[in-house]
């Protein structure tokens, strides 16, 4: 972080600041429910979480949401409302952690790309500013630095800020975080030698606590010929099919398209219905089932298989990156104690 | 930016029912909009995403030729669990649906120019190698090619798709067809009897700068691939084409994967080649 040039604000003004921006931007913060962290829209008067160790749900939902419409449609068969409306206010996602921010630089990757746009997602992303809040203290499963992020990590954040206690320590990754914070200059002071060296001490001891680590460097090229050792057999036995470390996963991005029906809708002016698209899962078995009843990931394994290798040897194939940023969430969340760090290794260990 | 998600209207102009079994029809669809038909410019092989508003979307093979300007055409087998194929069965002419496309890669027409070629298909597979096939004999195009042979497929003489048109190709010098049906049926049948593998090895076409195109049940493909290798065929020069769920038809859903191949927007066709190097999930 050579000549970064860091800001200072104190934490109470935060929230002041976050105040002034609501007419331009819809905020997102973390807070407290339940005993838990999510995401939430800022209202006034809202307290952050400062604290929080990540949300239990990954914040991907705030750019692509769980469900969203598509399109309306009818009375007849014509397309009534084309989303997604540019324009309108912009997205200030604040707080989220360095490796849900990575998460997002890799969704930009799958819903950019070179020869169809996902107009929806980009059209979202394009007005998003990202703040990410480096990590004090990571989790037990947190297993970042295996996948070359750290708790200071910026890939796809604009703003990095740092917790300093009272303190928060900004500093500006992209130009668009330059530009976000010389025009919220007023609330910001300059920061001094010293919040810099206490912040590189908070991180220097954040990154120590995370013990979680796994070899996994080259795991694109030892999946490469690996389609069917014999580890398939074994690693998926526990798995009951639920599907929730896909849901959790802040770079799982498969979805299905359905078509809803208004029901009501029998006037001439209502839309009939809606297509909306939602998360699908690689873990359930409809997901690839043919019309004709045929289908390529029949059991368990196979479909544990796409998970892994979606994420360790396709992605990194396609998109030259690894599509897990060891978050945790999949290992925390997994009703049977399915650990995919131990299947990593036990892939690795069985070669 | 355009949405790639919207399909575009288009309306049912005719419908045959092409089989005895009558769970395949052809239809026949023109765009509503002559701005959406320009912009639907495709190639043999490539396919496209039948949308029926309230119902659904299936990907579907383009059974028409390019140069078929006025229209798009579609042959679609109703699945009894197919939602949209149900649906679409059951709809008439002057019906208003959608389409969005093209997508996939389509067969590589430039590189089989100069070529022999031997097309073999099975069951209504033949969708996109007709589109192919009409293609090549279009006055325009044929003289690109050199000799054309078609090898088609079905359990019975009442399955065969297309029966018209085969009958008038049957009648052209530049086209060789052989019809085969797994079984007569007990029906008038001049053609051959057996399996596409095995009249396959009975004819034993030459494979000298040639190019063989296989569609049709993957079970039919698996054991057709053998009998050209025999003959010839080098594993680059046999083109089949992939079938899988898909949704988005873009690349983004995340479902019709074989490895790390989109069978959307990699394939659908795939050369054997690339095929013996891509996971056997399919």
Redesign the interface.
Known sequence: MENKIFKLIKKKEILKLLESLTKEYNIFVPIEDNGDARFSEFKSGQDIYWDYRNTKISPKEILFPQAETLFCFGPEAEVKSEEPASGGKGYLIFGIRPCDAKAISLLDKVFGGEDFEDPYYLERRKKTTVISLACNKPQIDCFCTSLNGKPDNEEGADVILFDLGEDILAGAVTKKGEKFIEKQNKWFEDAGQSDVAKKDKIMDLSLKKIKSQIDIQNIKERLDNDFTASFWDEIHQKCLGCGICTYFCPTCHCFDITDEINPKAADSKTPKGKRVRCWDSCMYPLFTLHASGHNPRPTYKERMRQRIMHKFNYCPENYSEIFCVGCGRCVRNCPVNIDLREMLISIESTK | ???????M?VTIEKIVIENKVRDIKTFDLRFNDKKDADRFKFNCGQFAEISI??????PIGIASSPMDEDFVQFTVKK?P??TV?SVLHNLCTG????VRGPYGNGFPMKEFEGKNLLIIGGGFALTTLRSLTKYILHKKNRQCFKDITLLYGARGPGELIYRSELDEWDKRDDINIILTVDDRCGLDWKGCVGMVPNVLKEQAPGSKDCIALVCGP?IMVKYTIPPLLDLGFIPEKIFTSL???M??G???????????KYVC?DGPVFTYKELQGM????
């Open positions: 930016m355009s949405n790639p998600y919207v399909p209207p508003l309230g119902v659904g979307e299936s699945y669990t197919g194929t019906d208003v649906i959608g993957f079938e899988m769920r949704k988005c873009i690349g983004k859903c995340g479902r019709c994967n074989i490895g790390s927007k996971p056997n999930e399919y």
